[in-house]
């Protein structure tokens, strides 16, 4: 079975911290998503990353792929309470396939 | 633009009942699927579709049917309730070659 790993599982932080939460897994992906789920909403996607040691930001979060395309950091700087919400990393596992295959997620929450 | 629309938003069933789930999207996607939502267990694909006509399952079917006759529509049958089909339910949509999936704002189910 195949596993996408996310940690930490839950994250509280003050406002203006820095964080970073992992998605890893011993599969080698061709591409890597991250979404954010804030309660009683469905997932929304944040980035696609696909080259191995990509770097995207977006304002203030920066996703990163490793070298080696199975694992994947997100880096929020200066947290604001807007950030809580569900972290969920999601991959398409083997070729051919449609399927999207979440991680467990990190429940982030943010205190003003 | 509506994107993915599920209703109803909650449900209350008691146990041995039947209902089904609907879920519409309007932006052509050939790929829709069914995922369930419980604490700690993230996003688990119950049920997915390529195209109209064509269904497969996922990691946890038992318990559900769909059916997909046109593009737009992916309804998920619950055939006899059980307190184990608790959960949210999320229906989501993409396109065969845009791996970026779009949700719908889920079904909270309650079986009792």
């Known amino acids: 079975t195949q596993l996408l790993e996310q940690s930490p599982q839950f994250l509280s932080i003050q406002e203006g911290e820095n964080l970073t939460v992992y998605c890893n897994s011993s599969?080698?992906?061709?591409?890597l998503q991250w979404y954010r789920q804030e309660p009683g909403e469905g997932p929304v996607l944040l980035v696609t990353v696909v080259t191995g040691g990509e770097v995207k930001k977006l304002k203030r979060l920066t996703f990163q792929f490793g070298d080696a395309r199975k694992d994947s950091s997100l880096h929020i700087t200066a947290a604001q309470p807007g950030d809580t919400g569900l972290y969920l990393c999601a991959v398409v596992f083997g070729a051919g396939s449609y399927q999207l295959t979440f991680g467990k997620g990190t429940k982030l929450s943010v205190i003003p | 633009n509506a994107g993915v629309t599920q209703t109803p938003k909650f449900q209350v069933l008691k146990t041995g009942q039947s209902m089904t789930l609907q879920c519409a999207q309007d932006?052509?996607?050939?790929?829709m699927s069914w995922y369930r939502q419980d604490p700690g267990m993230g996003l688990r694909l119950i049920h997915y579709s390529v195209g109209a006509g064509i269904t497969d399952q996922g990691e946890v079917p038992n318990g559900y049917n769909v059916s997909r006759s046109t593009t737009e529509d992916f309804p998920l049958r619950l055939l006899s309730a059980a307190p184990s089909q608790t959960s949210v339910y999320f229906c989501a949509s993409r396109g065969l070659m845009n791996t970026e999936a779009f949700f719908g704002q889920g079904t909270r189910l309650t079986v009792v």
């Open positions: 932006m052509n996607h050939e790929y």
């Open positions: 599969s080698v992906f061709s591409s």
